[in-house]
C-alpha cells in the first residue's frame, strides 16, 4: 500500500504487480485493508499462492523505525507463537517456513488440534467453521496493526526530516546574520577611518 511502495517495487521487480492499494489522504481506518485481506485470503484458499508474507514499517520509537518481515498466512499464532511476535528485521536471516497443511485450510492446526488430543469431546462449531469465521478477523487485525505501524513511522520520520531541516535553516539564518553584521561593522569602521583621514588632511 502506498505510492513509495508501489514505485519502488516496479523499479526493482521484474514481476508485474499483481494488485495496487493507494494510500489515502486521510486517517487510516480498519476498513482501508478489507480489499487486500480480501485478496490475500482468496489467492491462499485457492492454491495460487503457498504463504504470504508482510513487509513494513515498525514503530520502535519517534527515532527509530525498522522494516519487519513478518508472516501472514499459514497464521503462525495456532503453531505456538504470537502472531506479531513471529517477525524479524528486513535482511536478517529468516526462519524455516511453517508447515503449510492443507491448501483449503488457511490455519491447518487447529482441526490437528482438536482431533489429536485423545478426549472425547464434541466441539460446536467445527474447526473448519471456526477458521472460516476467524481467520479474517485475524488477518485485519495483523494487517491494521501493520497499517497503523507503517503510518506512525511516517509521521515520525517526517517529522524528523522536519526538524532537521528547521534546524538547519536556523544555522543558516545565524551565519548569515554574523556575516553580514561582521560586513557591515567593517564598512562603519572604514568610513569612520576615511573621514578622520580627511579631517586630518583638513586641518593640517
Not at 556575516?179 to 583621514?197: C, D, G, K, L
Request: hydrophobic share 45%; aromatic share 4%.
Amino acid at each position: 500500500m502506498g505510492r513509495k511502495v508501489r514505485q519502488a517495487l516496479r523499479n526493482s521487480v521484474n514481476s508485474p504487480l499483481l494488485a495496487d492499494f493507494p494510500k489515502p489522504d486521510r486517517p487510516v481506518a480498519a476498513s482501508d485493508i478489507v480489499p487486500l485481506r480480501t485478496l490475500l485470503i482468496g489467492r491462499y484458499l485457492s492454491g495460487a499462492t503457498d504463504r504470504v508474507a508482510l513487509v513494513y514499517t515498525d514503530f520502535v520509537s519517534a527515532l527509530i523505525q525498522k522494516a519487519r518481515l513478518q508472516q501472514l498466512l499459514p497464521f503462525p499464532a495456532l503453531h505456538g507463537q504470537d502472531a506479531f511476535a513471529a517477525q524479524g528485521e528486513l535482511g536478517a536471516t529468516e526462519k524455516s517456513p511453517l508447515p503449510l497443511g492443507e491448501r483449503d485450510r488457511a490455519c491447518p492446526a487447529l482441526d490437528a488440534g482438536v482431533r489429536g488430543s485423545g478426549d472425547d469431546y464434541l466441539f460446536e462449531p467445527s474447526a473448519q467453521r471456526l477458521a472460516d469465521t476467524l481467520l479474517p478477523s485475524m488477518v485485519d487485525l495483523v494487517l491494521y496493526q501493520a497499517l497503523l505501524e507503517a503510518t506512525a513511522s511516517e509521521h515520525a520520520a517526517r517529522r524528523m526530516a522536519m526538524k532537521n531541516a528547521t534546524e538547519a535553516a536556523e544555522d543558516i539564518v545565524d551565519d548569515l546574520t554574523l556575516t553580514y553584521n561582521q560586513t557591515r561593522q567593517a564598512a562603519i569602521t572604514q568610513e569612520i577611518a576615511e573621514i578622520a583621514t580627511a579631517a586630518a588632511a583638513m586641518a593640517a
